[in-house]
């Protein structure tokens, strides 16, 4: 019944900005652990950017200073605004949730950086 919903992917040209956004829904005790993740072709899933249990955001070190991650406790959505995007961006961005040992997962969200 835990739903995450993820929007806000596009092809965009190197340079560029977009701003994802996950809505989480259901039967959920806690929204404060989300966080991004990305999967490129051929890769392993990686961490992006995430909120801990602690509220502390933590970020992988080639997106510090571009990316953003947000969140709106009301709407129990949380944004990753991405700028100055590069070719090595390009993946599939998915939206995780830790709740009671649990994780789940978005559908995922294609983003493409053109050069």
């Known amino acids: 019944q835990v739903q995450l919903v993820e929007s806000g992917g596009g092809l965009v040209q190197t340079g560029g900005s977009l701003r994802l956004s996950c809505a989480a829904s259901g039967n959920i005790f806690s929204f404060n652990a989300m966080g991004w993740f990305r999967q490129a072709p051929g890769k392993q899933r990686e961490l992006v950017a995430t909120?801990?249990?602690?509220?502390?955001?933590v970020y992988e070190d080639s997106v510090k200073g571009r990316f953003t991650i947000s969140r709106d406790s009301a709407k129990n959505t949380v944004y990753l605004q991405m700028n100055n995007l590069k070719p090595e961006d390009t993946a599939v961005y998915y939206c995780?949730?830790?709740?009671?040992?649990?994780?789940?997962w978005g559908q995922g969200t294609q983003v493409t950086v053109s050069s």
């Open positions: 995780r949730l830790y709740d009671r040992a649990t994780y789940y």
């Open positions: 909120f801990t249990t602690g509220d502390v955001t």
